[in-house]
């Protein structure tokens, strides 16, 4: 039996954006702050269900919504969001310590 094999980043951005699609979600023309604003409204779900003491299942599905939105938006507008999270780690890596901030 193969291993199976794990998914991309840009796996994800495609079967994000195909089920949307699927679902009704791009059948006119989105605006970048509305679908902007929607990532943000998921990250403060996220931040409710934490200060409700929520399990961190609740705060998996949460964040995982945000990556579903960040994803979907990503495969509309054809970003390669995984070259930039590989770039961006690598820049990170050769940044100094906190960067210089306090927070």
């Not at 945000?66 to 054809?78: E, H, M, Q, S, T």
Request: aromatic share 8%.
């Amino acid at each position: 039996m193969l291993p199976k094999q794990k998914k991309s980043i840009n796996d994800f951005i495609k079967e994000c954006h195909r089920v949307a699609k699927t679902k009704g979600w791009w059948l006119d023309v989105r605006n970048d702050g509305e679908l902007i604003a929607l990532m943000h409204s998921e990250l403060s779900e996220a931040l409710e269900a934490m200060r409700n003491h929520g399990k961190k299942e609740e705060l998996a599905e949460e964040l995982a919504d945000c990556c579903i939105r960040i994803f979907d938006y990503c495969g509309a507008r054809n970003i390669d969001l995984e070259k930039a999270l590989i770039k961006k780690i690598e820049y990170n890596k050769g940044r100094p310590y906190r960067h210089g901030k306090k927070f």
